[in-house]
Structures are given as structure tokens and as C-alpha cells.
């Protein structure tokens, strides 16, 4: 493949030139001149796409089932008719009656790792289709040239939870390129289901903040008393840069950020986020996104609470069933999934009595999420590093360690006894000389 050049996916079609959407590749006459680079067209719109209804009347009039996709290969039309059923209201018997119920429960698994319904999901799909013809380490992909967290960025990260997780959803990724109101349907869909995950995650915590937070005081057991109206809760949610004039005088403090004359910015992230003991002032990597807290709160949501330090020992995860993790194999945590429950955590330390985008004037979910996705683009190695230290916390274990880590596993006890203090291996044992007898069928050696 020529540098540059996006991988052919169907080869039938005749070559797809560098930039060029799906739909551009003709036999004859040939292609028009490409776009400037990085360029990327979404994938082809229908101009007028057919109702729901429609799809059905459509299937009437005796078409094979088995629509032929562009590549000459047949689309899976149980598939496509589950995806055309997508309903997140619908019950459980109707999902399972319009086969959709496996991929509702991997939706809400994915929405998780992308972040919740803070994601574009309708952008996800769309443009993670248009640029799928790339070769992701291709040096010309569009995401190589992005500056901050956009659109590309965000397709380019979280649609690869789709290929992986979403079932039969790679097999479909021509046949979608070519059904955007599907491609939308699925977006909706993920939207709303998201939603639902949220609402059950944020009650799991809810009931055990008060415990995992370690709050002194019974009266912020009431979620109403939290945030600013307590000390305890506010210094958990003030950033850092405001610690000094919170510890002057923490109540005068909260009455001037209850009254708008302090401001909390989308920009601003929280205490609770930081280890405080790694924190450097002036300086937002040491520490931040490794509190013992956010950890223990990460795991409640996905591996339960009595996987964490501050569960009685013995403590089950409740009912006999299943953690999020257990339920749909998860081995690894994405740093999208841990802001996506650090932005439930700020959620339920505020005195909000139900969940809000908005936090007074100055700050809403979306821009706090994408501003520490923007920091975190220009930050590759430190997201890397970052994202191991996660799978250890949560699960247990981590990618290949770090020179750091290394470096400290050598002065371990067993690196320096194996190093320095072995003396060898305990020797085997003599074998008796075995003496040869005088003859083949001498007596003595059918006794022996």
C-alpha cells in the first residue's frame, strides 16, 4: 500500500484514491480530482431515507432478504431488521421478540466506556464509517493532524468500542455506509440507553458516597446538605487553586460561591479527582485522576463496592448477582469510563436533588469532560501511563510495566535475594555404580 493511501475495502468497486469517500469510486469515467488532504466525506446520505414504516412495505413486494451489500457480499437481514426494531423504551420481551436484547445489554456496556451520553454517538458511528478506510497509523488520518479534542479525535478513540463490542457491527460497517438513517438509529439508541446507565449508576453512588468519602459529619448523609452547604462536602468539589483561601475561612468561602462571588469554572478540577499528596502547586498532572477516592468510587460502580477498601471484609456484591464488569467481561477500564464516574461522583456531592448538567453559570458536564480530553490529547505518553495505573487499581493488572516500575520491582526483596544471595541449587543426589555381572543368565542377577 502506497504511504498514504487508505487500506481498499471493496476492492469490486475499483480503487478508493487517498480522501475519497465511499461513494466516489466509479469504473468509468474516472475519478474526480481528490480533496486537499485530510479531508475526510462522511459516509453516503440518502437524500431521502425511507420510513421505518416504509422499510417494512418495502420488504412486501418480494425482494430477497438478503439485500446484497456493494462488496458482493449478503447483509445479515435478521441483523439489519433488529437494528431497524431499536427501541431503548421497549420491554424486555419485546426486545427479545425483535432480537435486540444482547445488543441493548453491550450498548449500555460500551456507553460506559465512551463516557456516557456525554459522547456524540451520531458523530462516533458517522465519522468513525467515513474514516474506516484508513489505516489507523496512517500518517496521513486525520487524526494525526488534530489539535485538540474534536470530532475526529473523539471518532477516532471510542469507535473502535463499537468493532470490538457491538455485536455483527464490523461485518455491517459497508452496508451502514450506506444506511445513514440506520447509523442514526443506532446513535439515538446509544444516546438514550446511556442515560438509563447513568441513572443506575449514579444510584449505586449515591448509596455509598457517604461511606467511600469518609464524611465525619451524619447530617451529609442528606444529599441537600452537600455541596456548599458543608465544608466537608465543598472542599471535595473547590479546585485546587482555591484551597488556601477555602482553609482561611472554609464557611465564608462557601457563602461567597452560594452567592456567585467565587465562580467554578468547566475549567476547574475538583479535589477529589487529585492524590493530594503527589499534587504540586502550579502543576495539574502530579496527583490527578489518582485519588484513593475516585478508585474506590470506580470500582462501586464497576466491580461492586465490597470490592473496595471501605466494605466490611465479606461483604458481597448484593443479591448474588453479577458486578457491570462480570456481567459483560470486562478486563480493562477506559480513562473515558473513570471521567465518566468522576462526573457522577461531582454529581452526587452537589446538593442538586437530581441530576444536572449544569452547575451554576460557568459550568456544565460537556465542556468539563472535553476540556480534560483536550489536555489529555496533548498528553499521549502520561494517558498511557495513566491508563495502566487504572487497570492495576480496578482489575488487578496492567500492560507492560513502566521504566519506573521496573526500576522499583528490582529493589524488591525477591529481585535482590534472587541477585545477590543464592549459592546454588541443592545438588543431586550420587547414583550407585551399578556393577556388571559375569555372565547374562547368572543367578545373582535374577535376584537383583
Not at 17 to 26: F, K, L, V
Not at 285 to 311: E, Y
Request: proline letters at 8%.
Amino acid at each position: 500500500m502506497s504511504r498514504g493511501q487508505p487500506k481498499r475495502r471493496r476492492a469490486a468497486q475499483g480503487s478508493l484514491q487517498h480522501g475519497q469517500p465511499r461513494h466516489a469510486m466509479h469504473a468509468t469515467p474516472p475519478p474526480p480530482p481528490p480533496p486537499p488532504r485530510h479531508e475526510v466525506a462522511p459516509p453516503r446520505r440518502d437524500p431521502t431515507p425511507p420510513r421505518l414504516e416504509d422499510e417494512e412495505e418495502e420488504q412486501d413486494d418480494g425482494p430477497d432478504p438478503k439485500r446484497p451489500r456493494t462488496d458482493g457480499e449478503t447483509v445479515d437481514e435478521d441483523w439489519a431488521d433488529a437494528i431497524r426494531s431499536l427501541d431503548s423504551r421497549a420491554s424486555v420481551p419485546t426486545m427479545l421478540d425483535n432480537g435486540y436484547k444482547h445488543l441493548y445489554d453491550e450498548v449500555r456496556n460500551i456507553t460506559r466506556l465512551c463516557g456516557g451520553d456525554s459522547a456524540n454517538y451520531a458523530n462516533v458511528i458517522s465519522k468513525g464509517i467515513a474514516l474506516s478506510d484508513f489505516d489507523r497509523d496512517d500518517p496521513y488520518h486525520p487524526y494525526w493532524s488534530a489539535e485538540e479534542y474534536n470530532t475526529t479525535v473523539e471518532a477516532y478513540t471510542l469507535f473502535p468500542m463499537f468493532v470490538e463490542f457491538f455485536p455483527a457491527f464490523e461485518e455491517h460497517i459497508d452496508f451502514l455506509a450506506d444506511n445513514d438513517f440506520l447509523v442514526q438509529k443506532i446513535a439515538k439508541f446509544c444516546t438514550t440507553v446511556a442515560k438509563k446507565s447513568r441513572t443506575d449508576d449514579l444510584a449505586r453512588v449515591k448509596d455509598h458516597l457517604f461511606v467511600v468519602a469518609k464524611f465525619e459529619d451524619a447530617k451529609l448523609a442528606t444529599k441537600l446538605n452537600r455541596g456548599f452547604n458543608h465544608v466537608e462536602s465543598a472542599k471535595m468539589i473547590l479546585p485546587p487553586r482555591h484551597l488556601a483561601k477555602f482553609l482561611e475561612d472554609s464557611t465564608e468561602f462557601c457563602r461567597l460561591v452560594k452567592i456567585s462571588e467565587i465562580e467554578l469554572f468547566s475549567e476547574d478540577w475538583p479535589m477529589f479527582m487529585y492524590d493530594m499528596a503527589l499534587y504540586r502547586e502550579g502543576q495539574q498532572k502530579p496527583g490527578f485522576l489518582k485519588s484513593h477516592f475516585l478508585v474506590n468510587m470506580v470500582k462501586t460502580v464497576f466491580t461492586s463496592f465490597s470490592s473496595t477498601d471501605c466494605a466490611d471484609p465479606g461483604t458481597s456484591s448484593g443479591k448474588g448477582q453479577p458486578t457491570v464488569a462480570q456481567k459483560h467481561g470486562m478486563t480493562k477500564i477506559t480513562i473515558h469510563a473513570v471521567l465518566y464516574v468522576a462526573v457522577l461522583c461531582r454529581s452526587a456531592l452537589t446538593s442538586y436533588g437530581s441530576w444536572s448538567e449544569q452547575d451554576g453559570d460557568k459550568w456544565n458536564v460537556k465542556d468539563f469532560i472535553h476540556n480534560i480530553l483536550t489536555f489529555m490529547h496533548q498528553n499521549a505518553d502520561w494517558v498511557d501511563d495513566l491508563t495502566r495505573w487504572w487497570n492495576e487499581k480496578v482489575f488487578g493488572q496492567g500492560d507492560e510495566d513502566t521504566e519506573e516500575t521496573r526500576q522499583e520491582r528490582s529493589l524488591t526483596s525477591f529481585r535482590q535475594a534472587m541477585a545477590n544471595e543464592c549459592t546454588g541449587r541443592r545438588k543431586p543426589p550420587a547414583v550407585p555404580r551399578r556393577i556388571p555381572s559375569e555372565a547374562p543368565g547368572h543367578q545373582d542377577d535374577a535376584q537383583a
